[in-house]
Nanobody
């Protein structure tokens, strides 16, 4: 059964770093774009970053560009989100999602996603 499991969330101080992981199973991982979203209490879900099937293409939301880096290891069916210079406004539940995609080097955050993980909490203190 298709599944995505996020891990690595926790509490970090302003300016600190954290690495999130998204582990996939039950589907052909290297045929899918993987995207991170986040949602803070009372706010709409926000797209954070996407990475192409091959790992060669990526996009970042304006609020995280220059601070976050997305990578993937297709041999391990895992995507990583490296978060640096964290700010209190980064506090949210972070979700990964997958959408099947025929273009190996392309990704877009604006897509209808096939699978979603359960989320992992990130809290940044000031």
């Amino acid at each position: 059964q298709p599944q995505l499991v996020e891990s690595g969330g926790g509490l970090v101080q302003l300016g600190g770093s954290l690495r999130l992981s998204c582990a996939a199973s039950g589907f052909a991982f290297d045929y899918y774009i993987i995207t991170w979203f986040r949602q803070a209490p009372g706010k709409e879900r926000e797209g954070v970053s996407c990475i192409s099937n091959s790992g060669k293409g990526s996009r970042y939301g304006a609020s995280v560009k220059g601070r976050f880096t997305l990578s993937r290891d297709n041999a391990k069916n895992t995507v990583y989100l490296e978060m640096n210079n964290l700010k209190p406004e980064d506090t949210a539940v972070y979700y990964c999602a997958a959408v099947r995609n025929p273009f190996p080097d392309f990704c877009t955050i604006d897509a209808r996603y096939d699978y979603w993980g359960q989320g992992t909490q990130v809290t940044v203190s000031s």
